[in-house]
T-cell receptor, first 112, second 117 residues
Framework: SQKIEQNSEALNIQEGKTATLTCNYTNYSPAYLQWYRQDPGRGPVFLLLIRENEKEKRKERLKVTFDTTLKQSLFHITASQPADSATYLCALASQAGTALIFGKGTTLSVSS | EADIYQTPRYLVIGTGKKITLECSQTMGHDKMYWYQQDPGMELHLIHYSYGVNSTEKGDLSSESTVSRIRTEHFPLTLESARPSHTSQYLC????????????????FGPGTRLLVL
């Protein structure tokens, strides 16, 4: 069955550094991959979508890469700020294309 | 900020009670979803709808039911709440062309945190 794995531990970094979060998937070849941000007690908020034929996508301080050979996506936040502290979720469309499958997320904590 | 609303935000209720969680969106989206999420865990899809009069069960088995009588409204009902139903319930919507989710951005509501005693 399809499986998504994100950094299992929380990621703690200092303000100004680059945060790198990992999303690995198995038993599947998704056409798209999405990243969401979730704050405690709130619903996820869409950040970026990357297609299988795109190697990299950027939005302001965010960068996502998609390596279909390694079955991995990397999510980077440059010049991180305490306001970036949240849980970041990776999501893929299911094999049948009828649902999004979410990873457990990686909790990022940026200290000043 | 997404125009999707959920009520109540928090609900504490006794075992055996019937409850309805409300979800509405003003974006005119055809596709709507209900997810269940426990602390530190993945979101699990429990129901979705392609549009009015369409409802489908998601990957996670759930004793809840849904209805879609109006495009903007997608309520979830539990006929008899049990402690095992304690969780956070998240509603979402997306635009839909065709019947696949690939590439669709989902817009989430703030969630309803349910506690069944």
């Amino acid at each position: 069955s399809q499986k998504i794995e994100q950094n299992s531990e929380a990621l703690n970094i200092q303000e100004g550094k680059t945060a790198t979060l990992t999303c690995n998937y198995t038993n599947y070849s998704p056409a798209y991959l999405q990243w969401y941000r979730q704050d405690p007690g709130r619903g996820p908020v869409f950040l970026l979508l990357i297609r299988e034929n795109e190697k990299e996508k950027r939005k302001e301080r965010l960068k996502v890469t998609f390596d279909t050979t390694l079955k991995q996506s990397l999510f980077h936040i440059t010049a991180s700020q305490p306001a970036d502290s949240a849980t970041y979720l990776c999501a893929l469309a299911s094999q049948a294309g009828t649902a999004l499958i979410f990873g457990k997320g990686t909790t990022l904590s940026v200290s000043s | 900020e997404a125009d999707i609303y959920q009520t109540p935000r928090y609900l504490v209720i006794g075992t055996g009670k019937k409850i309805t969680l409300e979800c509405s969106q003003t974006m005119g989206h055809d596709k709507m979803y209900w997810y269940q999420q426990d602390p530190g865990m993945e979101l699990h899809l429990i129901h979705y709808s392609y549009g009015v009069n369409s409802t489908e069960k998601g990957d996670l088995s759930s004793e809840s039911t849904v209805s879609r009588i109006r495009t903007e409204h997608f309520p979830l009902t539990l006929e008899s709440a049990r402690p095992s139903h304690t969780s956070q319930y998240l509603c979402a919507s997306s635009e839909l062309s065709g019947r696949t989710l690939a590439g669709e951005t989902q817009y989430f509501g703030p969630g309803t945190r349910l506690l069944v005693l």
